[in-house]
């Protein structure tokens, strides 16, 4: 069992920053791979991020390369999404997921999913 408790979201103009986290508990934080994954209303849940168990890898959507960074600190059981240079188009709740158990970008290969943290960019 793993339990997900995203913060950090809220309201934020174009070009505005903003830094998620997602505080995990359970299992061994070290031993799975971490998401996040977003939905606007009336939109599918879409992927956002994802990384690797040791934070050696990330794989991110084309929607937000260049742009949002994931990272997580094992020693904390916690990880980030760091979103620079936000559009009125990341408007949406976010989520934080883990493990995955297949493909990052498809939302039935993670197991637990957190609550979620709203997130709404303004022009």
């Known amino acids: 069992q793993v339990q997900l408790a995203e913060s950090g979201g809220g309201l934020a103009q174009t070009g505005d920053s903003l830094r998620l986290s997602c505080a995990a508990s359970g299992r061994a934080f070290n031993s799975y791979s971490m998401g996040w994954f977003r939905q606007a209303p009336g939109k599918e849940r879409e992927f956002v991020a994802g990384i690797t168990r040791e934070g050696d890898m990330a794989l991110y959507a084309d929607s937000v390369k260049g742009r949002f960074i994931i990272s997580r600190d094992n020693a904390k059981n916690m990880v980030y999404l760091q979103m620079n240079s936000l559009k009125v188009e990341d408007t949406a709740v976010y989520y934080c997921?883990?493990?995955?158990?297949?493909?990052?970008?498809?939302?039935?290969?993670?197991?637990?999913w957190g609550p979620g943290t709203q997130v709404t960019v303004s022009s």
């Open positions: 997921t883990g493990p995955a158990s297949g493909n990052y970008d498809n939302p039935e290969s993670w197991d637990y």
